[in-house]
């Protein structure tokens, strides 16, 4: 498979989407999928999950059957692709399960909102493929991580321990972790917990908290994604 910038990706047992202008109506966009897989196609595969994200990038190579993703790309706002992909570096070992890339996520989280922990979610019991290392690069994750946003809560030790202690219970229902673990806790002491926004959702409905201090930060994940690159690249 070879896009219009030059690069090239294996086709065997993968799924491609894209997403470009309509040359017949442009104001309209056409969703192209095609692989080499039929069971790509089914109704149940676990793939078509990455097709309903409402962020989903113009170009997408993945699995055909455990979406794992090999590339991402997108358009500028004249439909030219992105800069820079070729020069950007692949992503390291670390990236290739979801477990062991939620662990780097929750880094990047502390770091770039200057957190104490981070919640994030994976399947911890039966990690699935994330990225495939070798092929997937950093500015794949950007291309992702397009408009989605950091968030935060500051929660008191008793808090922060209470909710790691529910999670802890709960692990076999939530997907939701505290990295890293809690330890040592100042009971009056307020923390900062880091997270994605869309990990709230599983976070609130495991502790059943509302926190009166959660709010949105100034900061995408692709800002933090590229100022900390080194987490994740070779």
């Keep these: 498979m070879l896009s219009s910038a030059g690069q090239s990706w294996a086709f065997k047992n993968r799924a491609v989407q894209?997403?470009?202008f309509n040359p017949l109506s442009p104001k309209r966009l056409v969703c192209v999928l095609a692989s080499d897989a039929a069971s790509f196609y089914q109704p149940d595969n676990p793939a078509f999950d990455r097709l309903r994200w409402d962020t989903a990038p113009d170009f997408l190579v993945m699995d055909a059957a455990s979406s794992q993703i090999v590339a991402a790309r997108r358009f500028d706002s004249r439909w030219q692709w992105e800069q820079g992909y070729t020069d950007s570096p692949l992503l390291n070992k670390e990236c290739g399960m979801d477990d062991s890339f939620a662990k780097k996520a929750a880094e990047l989280l502390c770091r770039a909102a200057g957190a104490d922990y981070a919640v994030v979610t994976a399947d911890w019991d039966e990690p699935k493929p994330a990225y495939a290392v070798g092929e997937t690069r950093v500015a794949d994750l950007l291309a992702i991580s397009y408009d989605n946003v950091i968030t935060a809560m500051d929660?008191?030790?008793?808090?922060?321990?209470?909710?790691a202690k529910i999670i802890e219970e709960k692990k076999a229902s939530f997907k939701c972790?505290?990295?890293?673990?809690?330890?040592?806790?100042?009971?009056?002491?307020?923390?900062?917990?880091?997270?994605?926004?869309?990990d709230m959702g599983d976070y609130a409905?495991?502790?059943h908290a509302n926190?009166?201090?959660?709010?949105?930060?100034?900061?995408?994940?692709?800002?933090?994604?590229?100022?900390?690159a080194g987490l994740f690249s070779q």
């Excluded at 929660?155 to 909710?163: C, H, K, M, V």
């Excluded at 926190?211 to 900390?228: D, F, G, M, T």
């Design 211 to 228: 926190p009166k201090s959660y709010r949105v930060l100034n900061l995408s994940l692709r800002e933090a994604i590229q100022k900390n």
């Design 18 to 20: 894209l997403l470009y």
């Design 177 to 198: 972790r505290i990295f890293p673990v809690p330890e040592n806790l100042d009971p009056p002491r307020s923390y900062r917990v880091a997270l994605f926004q869309w």
């Design 205 to 207: 409905e495991a502790t």
């Design 155 to 163: 929660l008191n030790g008793e808090e922060l321990a209470n909710a």
